[in-house]
């Protein structure tokens, strides 16, 4: 059963990609379609409408030169596609955007007047009516941020079905490696959780880290906005990941190096808890909000990249350690897709932001389950045997039946539990006739007697707690809940008449019982034994011959 249970999350993703393609073929008008039409660029045409000139831009996207805070406007006349209805994609990164249709408001969508708020960008599907070719459609954005001021991204066009089909193609995957990296961060997390996978509470760590991670690439994945409308979410999932998923990681690190380093990573984890600390404190209070903190939040990321690099060059230098050794090479390999993405972020486009280091993300994600694979089943090999090796040491193996180091250490754990104890009470057998057996019939008919003994034991007290051989032709039971009349009634039961048949031989099992119930003066197991032994040899003594008797 448990094999079936690993194959859940790839049913998860096979279905989330069929409910994305079936939404994908969903009109406005909730009716299922097949989408025959094809996505339309328009990028080209446009010209950036100025007080001074309209200047005619060669396509999108561009970047122009305006300030924060300032609208600018893109215009174009529409073309002959646009007799029929046709929905607009258009994507506004944190930014303000109204469309005209012939001067004409058709759409608009501005920020929350609260700065509390986390500015988000955002798709803009932009609905155009038929009839709509050779009319004049404008376009004017606004973003309070410089670097971001004048940024146009491409635009396309077609009907809805195609627009979300074309959403999917082209980021869906984005979307699916964040859950992917999602899946497997609860694996680890919540797996160390359960001892029968092996796991241990450092994998936790890094369970949490791929979690936090992949929240950032989800938010990161321009897919966001469908899955959730809350703005807040929307606005601040990124950033809050970002600025956390390091916190893990070193705590994972810090508890793997030795104590002369810690403190370096004890450092950071401070700086780290301070800052995001202060970025949500500063967008709270309208200081600075998140996309003006998250510059601080990559050089700290940086820093700590290259302080645990070089820690961990150190200690693999000093002792050659193979965690540092593992740990070295998956930072070097991460901090590569990283610097890419803040080169990205600085002098790329917002085009591409997250490509680099989610494909990074994705290859280490792989990388790190296919390890956890192995330790589970390294760790489950080792327990196995642990267990096998523990059960031959506590296990008699003629009878089956627990030996006496299981007796003695099951009875001290009893008594460390003083609730348990009123209920215990101890039963100790004796074989009578088992030397004369051997004598007699062999030591192989011996065995077989010292087995079905056992069994005729286990038969009657099992129910009622555990029974274990102690000794050559002793056993003994540790039993609950068994009152005098009980304990009576059975060892008047097992020590009537009882015979096995082996080979035409009829043999008689003769034992002898006593039996103890715990009392408040029983400071230790010895104690309760003492007594029970006492009594199965008060039992033996009382069934043989008086020596008296035959000399009358």
Known sequence: MRKNRNLWPVIGLILLIITLLIVSAIDDNDQLIINTDEISTFNQGWVWVTDDEDIELDTLPVSLDVNHDEPYTIRQTLPEDFDYPQVILVRASLSKIIVKLDHSLIYEHTHEEDTRIPHASLWHLIEIPAGSSGKTL???????????????????????????????????????????????????????SFTYLGLQKRDGLIGL??????????????????????????????YLALASFPIPL?????????????????????????????????QATGISDFYETVIYTQ??????????????????????????????????????????????????TLVNVSVYLSFGVFLLSIYLLINLFRNVMN????????????????????????????????????????????????????????????DEYGHLQGDQYLKEAYQMISQHYAPYGQCYRVGGDEFACIVKNMNPNLLSAIKQHIQSEHTIADHGLDIKISLSIGYSSFRSQDEKPSDLIKRADDAMYLDKKAKKPNPASHGK
Do not use: C
Not at 257 to 280: G, H, N, P
């Open 250 to 282: 070193l705590v994972f690190i810090h508890r793997s190096v030795e104590k002369t380093y810690q403190k370096w990573i004890r450092v950071l984890l401070v700086l780290f808890s301070i800052q995001l600390f202060l970025i949500i404190l500063f």
């Open 138 to 192: 404008d376009i004017t954005f606004e973003t309070p941020y410089q670097d971001i001021a004048g940024t146009l991204n491409p635009i396309v066009y077609s009907n809805h079905s195609a627009i979300y089909e074309y959403l999917i193609n082209t980021y869906g995957y984005r979307l699916l490696i964040g859950l992917f990296v999602f899946i497997a961060g609860l694996i680890m997390m919540f797996g160390s």
């Open 209 to 238: 880290f791929a979690v936090l991670l992949s929240l950032w690439l989800i938010a990161e994945s321009r897919m966001l906005q469908f899955v959730t409308g809350s703005h807040i979410i929307i606005g601040s999932m990124a």
């Open 299 to 348: 050089v700290l990321i940086g820093i700590a990249i290259v302080i645990t690099i070089v820690i961990l060059g150190i200690v693999y230098y000093k002792t050659k350690d193979a965690f540092a050794k593992k740990f070295l090479s998956i930072i070097g390999f991460l901090s590569v897709f990283f610097l890419a993405e803040i080169l990205n972020f600085i002098w790329g």
């Open 379 to 438: 760790r489950m090999k080792e327990g196995y045997e642990k267990e096998f090796y523990q059960r031959l040491a506590y296990l008699d193996q003629l009878t089956n039946a627990k030996n006496r180091t299981a007796f003695e250490a099951d009875i001290d754990q009893i008594f460390s539990n003083p609730q348990e104890l009123t209920k215990v009470s101890i039963i100790y057998i004796d074989i009578d006739n088992l030397k004369e057996i051997n």
